[in-house]
Nanobody, 124 residues
Framework: VQLVESGGGLVQPGGSLRLSCAASGRTVSNYTMGWFRQAPGKDREFVSA???????YYTDAVKDRFTISRDIARNIVYLQMNDLKPEDTAIYYC???????????????????WGQGTQVTVSS
């Protein structure tokens, strides 16, 4: 299984980016797919997840600004990020885990495969 993130970069506050996570060796529609981020000097934190057909989850800090989605035909998961803030600056990681698991979707231990991460920097 490989997860490859792309789409990160430098953006001004208020701007937008769309991150992509291309999966191989695993069908994104059959697993919980998540996005986590890690800022310098901080622990990795949950951002968003999608499971089954329409269940989506967001941390409070990104609700109404970020949208997770997936293209089943292309086997890609997206994270559309709007109205970006400097505090969104971090390395963003894509993760994949079993759809049914005792751990909550926002627990990193739920996920058994991770991408290498993509840097998002929000600065003027």
């Amino acid at each position: 299984v490989q997860l490859v993130e792309s789409g990160g970069g430098l953006v001004q506050p208020g701007g937008s980016l769309r991150l992509s996570c291309a999966a191989s060796g695993r069908t994104v529609s059959n697993y919980t797919m998540g996005w986590f981020r890690q800022a310098p000097g901080k622990d990795r934190e949950f951002v968003s997840a999608i499971r089954l057909t329409i269940s989506t989850y967001y941390t409070d800090a990104v609700k109404d600004r970020f949208t997770i989605s997936r293209d089943i035909a292309r086997n890609i998961v997206y994270l559309q990020m709007n109205d970006l803030k400097p505090e969104d600056t971090a390395i963003y990681y894509c993760a994949s885990g079993p759809t049914y698991n005792n751990l909550p979707y926002n627990n990193a231990g739920r996920y058994d495969y991770w991408g290498q991460g993509t840097q998002v920097t929000v600065s003027s």
